[in-house]
């Protein structure tokens, strides 16, 4: 028996009270356990990345090579464009006679048909539903979306080819239902960017919670549903769709519009959580009023929201400006679980760490992830990937020291959310590997340590970091939404 398999005997559908179908376990997981792996049913690059990633294996390149066809797949090489031939060849053609090519989910709806017709509606033995079976909350929708919905589908029917097998309107529909709900972010190889949109139909059965037992990651092509902690034989596998750094009504709010159901989760229910995600700060013994607190709270709410302006117009020091004069105030008033002074504090982190003033850069990467344990699952990966930006950030300080723990406390995370074959956790064990080699030296001699240090500084300059992205992208929007 395959491997691949093997591991569809761990799990089983069932019928989960008050959510439909969902998984669970036949067998006991420990924390940092593969469940299940699962390749795509179909995949396609956003729109707005279309020529800078490529089409096939969905890594991000300064230079790709074009379709000569249709003009808009592009690929690393040769290679990567044979490897997506056998997807991209209706599509090819379908495109040069439609004179463009369509939005990203009317292209995705598309490959997904096309391999459906190819080969049926199950493609593989380890597929456990077929997307007839899944839900398509077309009748839940917003009349707006609802509007932009109908456009596709009025854009699909001019799209699809004559000589392709013809569908009813209701089967295309449901497709496209099944997509708007079901799509997954695809990211690129280093899974730090979102890129693209996939269907995986097993992570389809997955059930939501807020505070899940399981994390979806993407390693090398194939999404992995991995275990956070111990799971009990019979236990329910959950991930969570929505951020847990929202409020739970902002979670419910999210879950609701976005996939159609209330959350009756025990941290929606009973509001695990909120109030430090609120909370003023205590001072030997002494809490400023509720007034306060929600003063504070209102101002930096008008704040972020200017700094999301400047950030967008790339005027990193207006950026700084405003979260200075906003940490001045607000800091002294605010608990460091805060929600909006750890979203001050990481967007402050990440333009320092652009702009290399890295002793400040390390310095809110730090706060922020002091923060962060306090709320989310020890083994979250959005708490794992902020320890290594500390990490990253007090290296680059020359605070090795510090800088060699949250290297470590980064990669004990990732070792259970990402596993130890993603690039991110190889990348981690390397930079693991360098720090304890200087802390030893620092340990030494610290003058010897800080003379080469700098002297390797000197010599090659620091690559510029990636420009900062908004503070709500990255890691932690891995269901995909149209926007």
Known sequence: MTAGAATMENMAIFDSPGKGRGLKATKEFWAGDVIFSEPSLAAVVFDSLAERICHSCFRSQPKLQRCGQCKFAHYCDRTCQRAGWAEHKQECSAIKAFGKAPNESIRLVARLL??????????????????????????????????????????????????????????????????????????????????????????????????????????????????????????????????????????????????FFDCTCEHCRDKIKDDLKLAGREVDGVKPSPEQVKEATDYLFEMLEKIEK??????????????????????????DTHIYLLRLWSTLSEVQAYLQYFEDAAEYARKMVDGYVKLYHPNNAALGMAAMR?????????????????????????????????????????????TEMELRMFKQNEYVYHSMRDAALKNKPMTMLHEPKGVEEGIKNLFHRKK
Not at 391 to 410: R, S
């Open 310 to 335: 400047a950030r967008i117009r790339a005027d990193y020091h207006e950026v700084v400006k405003i979260c200075r004069d906003s940490i001045t105030k607000t800091e002294p008033v605010l608990a």
């Open 390 to 434: 500390a990490g990253v950030n007090h290296w680059q300080a020359g605070l090795i020291e510090i800088g060699h723990a949250m290297v470590c406390k980064a990669y004990a995370i990732l070792m259970v959310s990402h596993g130890p074959t993603h690039p991110i956790t190889k990348d981690l064990e390397a930079m693991r590997m360098q």
């Open 114 to 259: 096309w391999r459906l017709d190819k080969e049926g509606s199950v493609v593989s033995d380890m597929q456990l539903t077929t997307l007839d079976e899944l839900e398509d909350h077309i009748q839940d929708m917003e009349e707006d979306d609802l509007k932009d919905f109908k456009v596709d589908i009025h854009n699909f029917v001019d799209y699809w080819p004559r000589s392709s097998k013809q569908h009813r309107i209701e089967e295309v529909s449901h497709i496209f239902g099944v997509v708007n709900c079901n799509g997954f972010t695809v990211s690129d190889q280093r899974g730090l960017q979102a890129v693209g949109v996939g269907l995986f139909p097993n992570l389809c059965l997955v059930n939501h919670d807020c505070w899940p037992n399981c994390t979806v990651i993407l390693n090398h092509g194939k999404i992995e549903l991995r275990s956070l902690g111990k799971i009990e034989e019979g236990e329910e596998l959950t991930v969570s769709y929505v951020d847990y750094l929202n409020l739970s009504e902002e979670r419910q709010r999210l879950l609701k519009t976005q996939y």
